[in-house]
Every structure is written in structure tokens, then in C-alpha cells.
């Protein structure tokens, strides 16, 4: 009669691997994933300039002549930028100054960024960027 079984034994070396088998069978499609996210990539960008000179002090400058504004971000009535898109910007302005001094400020919510100031120099041309 067989008697009880005893203890695990310990584990063997691993056997050598064998011949690869042939490919099976394409299996069946998966469930459709879900939606991913959108691959058109959101910009906001406006360039403007001005159609008459500029004679009011400490307001915003309203451009009228409109280059660019396709996302409509830029208000001509106001002079504002609105930022609907969070991110990183990058705002650049060239200012050609006749006859008078010039102090220009870029703001942000009502906070002064960035001041550029021209002084106007006798019988001369001048430009200021920022």
C-alpha cells in the first residue's frame, strides 16, 4: 500500500527552452478606448498698430488698425489683451516717436510690467521697443 506523502521537494534547474510554436490565430478586437485629447493645440495671438496719433496720457492705448486678431482676444474698444488661454506670453512693441517724449507701460491686471521711456531728441526720428 502506498504510505503518506512527503515534504516538497526542492526546485530542479530550468530545462533548456524549446522550438517557438507557429503563430496563432488573430485574436478578437478589444472595446473601443476612450476619448483622448484634442490635437489641435489652442494659440492666442493679435497684432495691431495705430491709424493716428496718440495724445491722451495714462490710459490704455486703444490700436485701431487690426493685422491680426483671429481669436478675438484683443479688444480694439478697450485697448486689452484678455488672457482666455492660461500659459506663458510673450508681448513685443516698437514705437516710433515724433516731436515729444514718450513713456509706454505694459500692464498686467492693472499692474505695471514693463516700462519703456524715449526722450525726444531736436530734429530727430526716434524709436523705442520693448
Sequence with gaps: DPGFAGPKGDTGETGVTGV????????????????????YVYRSAFSVGLETRVTIPNVPIRFTKIFYNQQSHYDGTTGKFYCNIPGLYYFSYHITVYLKDVKVSLYKKDKAVLFTYDQFQDKNVDQASG
Design 20 to 39: 517557438e510554436g507557429p503563430r496563432g490565430f488573430p485574436g478578437i478586437p478589444g472595446r473601443k478606448g476612450e476619448p483622448g485629447e484634442s490635437a
